[in-house]
């Protein structure tokens, strides 16, 4: 059975970073691609990045390239979302997803995706 689980999320002050972990099971990780997204409530879940299987590349929304970064560690079976210069837009519970394919995790249409975790950004 395949688990994703999103691990990191805190409350933080504008301008601050933080890391988000999504470490995997039940599944050959390295043969996954791995994304990020965000939903606030109400609103649609938005694409944040995405990585391919090596970690070799990495695609992000224009809402958040040169402040959020995907990497992925595929020994450990995780992949991480690094972001700074944190806005209170930014507020929202953050998901990873995963898939063989790329397209399909960058259209949010990925068969896995864990809980979530709630990341707080205060003014």
């Known amino acids: 059975q395949v688990h994703l689980g999103e691990s990191g999320g805190k409350l933080v002050q504008a301008g601050g970073s933080l890391r988000l972990a999504c470490a995997a099971s039940?599944?050959?990780?390295?043969?996954?691609?791995m994304g990020w997204f965000r939903q606030v409530p109400g609103k649609e879940r938005e694409y944040l990045a995405v990585?391919?299987?090596?970690?070799?590349?990495?695609y992000y929304a224009d809402s958040v390239k040169g402040r959020f970064t995907i990497s992925r560690d595929n020994a450990m079976n995780t992949a991480y979302l690094e972001m700074s210069s944190l806005k209170p837009e930014d507020t929202a519970v953050y998901y990873c997803?995963?898939?063989?394919?790329?397209?399909?995790?960058?259209?949010?249409?990925?068969?896995?995706w864990g809980q979530g975790t709630q990341v707080t950004v205060s003014s």
């Open positions: 997803t995963a898939d063989p394919y790329l397209s399909t995790v960058a259209a949010g249409k990925a068969p896995y």
């Open positions: 039940g599944l050959s990780f390295k043969e996954y691609v």
């Open positions: 990585i391919s299987r090596s970690g070799d590349h990495t």
